[in-house]
């Protein structure tokens, strides 16, 4: 029995999931132009959790066209950057008042531990708000010293890029929607948000707090449906200036096609196959525990998941029994009883392609050092999973499973060279983890590493810290100073005097 009594704002989040949900298209909800509806699961039970609109390409049409008369709109495109601030910050601040419905309808909705979700997922998504609200009044361009003849005044001036599509996966819903949203939203750019089939509501939700907030109508517009409907017919569409997505680097490849058209600009937040190292002289129990979060957490279907680690032979049994220990120990469950420490993955097809990737694994000749069992339960429960004894050319070593599984292998060499060659083994380049206490390795190794982000000695998510990846992990970057001029286009005056 799942104990949920506990679960604060668990009945509201129930209440949210019974409505009728429209798509929000120029600040009206509205019914969509085509096909109705389609339903989504709760992953913990399989069971119907709630049913949705489903937008197609006409609908993207409607919204695109909202979006744009927002930007030409004097209300949106003349607002003082101050009054834009004001508006995000009391999105994040009604945002943080509902946090406990949130948590609870993410839960819901994508099968994470609550817990997580109310002390993880949303106080990112509230502090990403507000650390993007503060750069709506810093967004500025410089003055530029011209050699050529004559006498001048040159400056650069920074524009909102425009009319913006964001395509968010469902590993992080609300964490993914603000960090689309925001940044969007401080440099004045008019968005239409297609969140992930699986996990809309707390996109929906968070849209009826946008409309209490009041955002001038179009500036922002929520289409729920399918990537390959109303995903591709607005990464298409000839009026968008710009699409910004995060999933799987597959459908990342069809959206940069797709954009080509019209030469939108593009960012790309994609797959991952991050490597852990653990060196000589790590603090090897910090190591373990970091190593364990690191692919275990959100039952592994995080983009920069540590699902290599790479551990030196002085310490690899240790390591690996110990992150074993840890996977042994985690309580699965349904992410609304209070204990459970790891959720389901996200649908049947989900667990399915992590199991096929084990069996595959287990077939060429890895060995299975824990996990690898089918639960015998209603819903989609993959149990922890670590393999010894692979080879580098092997699926589970070169693909993103997006499941808590984890392939462990030793080094010996001390070579800081040859130890970042293995690391950098992969098409991937989202992130990197060093677990070391030599400043020099540390360091020189970050250098080395083929890496959007690398941590040492553990750190997690900041939306100051520029995110992104090197290689097939993706195009551009986001947070920081860095993700919100990915809205702005330069414009370039020079004034002969
Ligand atoms: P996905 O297909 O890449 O989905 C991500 C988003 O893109 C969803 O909103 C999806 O809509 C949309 N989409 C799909 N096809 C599209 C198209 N042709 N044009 C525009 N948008 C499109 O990812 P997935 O199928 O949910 O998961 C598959 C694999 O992707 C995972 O196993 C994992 O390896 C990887 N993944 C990575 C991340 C990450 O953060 N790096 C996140 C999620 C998944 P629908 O929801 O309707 O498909
Ligand atoms: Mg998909």
Known sequence: MTNTAAIPSLDKAQAFT??????????????????????????????????????????????????????????????????????????????EANIDEFAALESLDNGKPVRDARYFDLPHAIETIRYNAGWATKLNGETIALSGPGTWHAYTLREP?????????????????????????????????????????????????????????GAFNLL??????????????????????????????????????????????????????????ANVAQAIEGAARSIFTNTGQVCNAGSRLF??????????????????????GSGLDADTQMGPVISRTQRDRIRGYVSSGVQQGAMLYAGGEELDREGYFVSPTILT???????????????????????????????????????????????T???????LLARKLKAGTVRVNGGGLDPALPFGGFKQSGWGRENGREGIEAYTETKAVAVAL
């Open 18 to 95: 019974g409505r009728t949900h429209k798509l929000f298209i120029g600040g009206q909800w509205v019914e969509p132009m085509e096909e109705e509806s389609f339903s989504t699961e709760n992953p913990a039970t399989g069971k119907k959790l709630a049913i949705v609109s489903k937008a197609t390409a006409k609908d993207v049409d409607r919204a695109v066209a909202a979006a744009r008369a927002a930007m030409n709109s004097s209300e949106w495109s003349e607002m003082k950057p101050s009054v834009r601030a004001k508006l995000m910050f009391r999105l994040a601040d009604l945002l």
């Open 161 to 217: 890029v425009g009319v913006v599509a964001q395509i968010v996966p469902w590993n992080a819903p609300i964490a993914m929607a603000a960090a689309k949203i925001a940044p969007a939203l401080a440099a004045g750019c008019a968005i239409i948000l297609k969140p992930a089939e699986e996990t809309p509501l707390t996109a929906l939700r968070l849209t009826h707090l946008i409309e209490e907030v009041g955002f001038p109508a």
């Open 224 to 281: 729920t449906g399918f990537g390959d409907t109303a995903g591709a017919a607005l990464t298409a569409h000839p009026d968008v200036d710009k699409v910004t997505f995060t999933g799987s680097t597959e459908v990342g490849r069809l959206i940069l096609k797709a954009a080509a058209g019209n030469f939108k600009r593009v960012t790309l937040e994609l797959g991952g196959k991050t490597p852990v190292i653990v060196m000589p002289d």
């Open 311 to 332: 551990v030196h032979q002085s310490h690899f049994d240790e390591v690996v029994e110990g992150v074993s220990k840890i996977a042994k120990a985690i309580k699965i």
């Open 389 to 435: 004894d692979t080879d580098a050319e092997m699926a589970v070593r070169r693909e993103e499973i997006f499941g808590p599984v984890l392939c462990a292998m030793s080094f010996g060499e001390d070579e800081l060279e040859q130890i970042a060659t293995n690391a950098n083994a992969s098409e991937y380049g989202l992130g990197a983890v060093i677990w």
């Open 437 to 443: 206490n030599n400043l020099s390795a540390a360091h």
